[in-house]
């Protein structure tokens, strides 16, 4: 039986990984999820889970930055896809975002592997996450803070968007700023303090 | 970050997605000129038409 996401949002001190006590819990509270599947679990289930997810979260630890990263249980060929239907597998993303202090959101889904028979990417969803808390969106806006102190015409040129993501990090080529969302994402190129959609048609 | 790696953010969802990874790279080469952004713009928008 297939309960959905379950999400998780765990805090420690600036480029620290969360206390045991709190990875303990989640920790425990997956392998009593995963028990009930014999095929494409996690492959956090051997040794010590909790060792297991703190190996998993090192990929996402930093002293600056939004990291995501993926495990799953793996997919199914397109023959078994054809020949059965979409198989199940086990997906946990995490995604982190490190600023004042270090937030972590896991996402976990037992869920049907794409067409193609492959798991689907969690990662964006853990991302979204970030957003959706207002202790982590504290941490986004330190990011985006820092950014335009780095970039003020950055900031100005966004001045007169009303709705907009959070932007975090930016690449400079020459002339150019490409800011980069929360999303990994890049919606604009600021060329010459202007700011050139790269997402949409433009009128020009 | 690596040109590889903007370039695979640029296409993401994006009018550039719409061109080959070389244009955008040609783009990143020439060190960002305005002229050659609005250019690949142009690109991408009648691409994507």
Redesign the interface.
């Known amino acids: 039986m297939m309960e959905g996401v379950k999400i998780w949002r765990l805090f420690a001190p600036l480029g620290e990984l969360p206390d045991d006590g709190a990875l303990g819990e989640v920790a425990k509270e997956l392998r009593e999820r995963e028990r009930r599947y014999r095929v494409r679990t996690l492959p956090l289930g051997t040794g010590e889970p909790l060792e297991a997810l703190k190996r998993f979260l090192e990929g996402v630890r930093a002293e600056e930055g939004i990291l995501a990263s993926q495990v799953d249980g793996g997919g199914v060929t397109q023959r078994y896809i054809r020949l059965h239907r979409p198989a199940a597998t086990s997906v946990l993303a995490a995604a982190a975002v490190h600023a004042e202090r270090s937030a972590y959101v896991l996402a976990y889904n037992r869920t049907r592997t794409d067409r193609w028979g492959r798991p689907p990417r969690l990662t964006w969803l853990a991302r979204v996450a970030l957003h959706s808390n207002p202790e982590t969106r504290e941490e986004l806006d330190a990011l985006e803070g820092r950014l335009f102190r780095r970039y003020p015409a950055l900031e100005e040129a966004l001045r007169p968007l009303e709705k907009r993501p959070f932007f975090v990090d930016a690449e400079r080529r020459g002339q150019v700023l490409f800011p980069i969302t929360s999303m990994e994402e890049v919606p604009y190129a600021l060329v010459g303090g202007h700011l050139l959609p790269l997402g949409r048609a433009y009128e020009g | 970050?690596k040109d590889e790696t903007?370039v695979k953010?640029?296409r993401?969802?994006?009018?550039?997605g719409a061109l080959p990874p070389k244009a955008i790279r040609a783009?990143?080469r020439?060190?960002?000129?305005?002229k050659e952004?609005?250019r690949l713009?142009d690109l991408?928008?009648l691409a994507?038409l």
């Open positions: 970050m903007l953010l640029l993401k969802r994006t009018l550039l783009l990143l020439a060190e960002g000129d305005p952004v609005a713009a991408a928008h994507s």
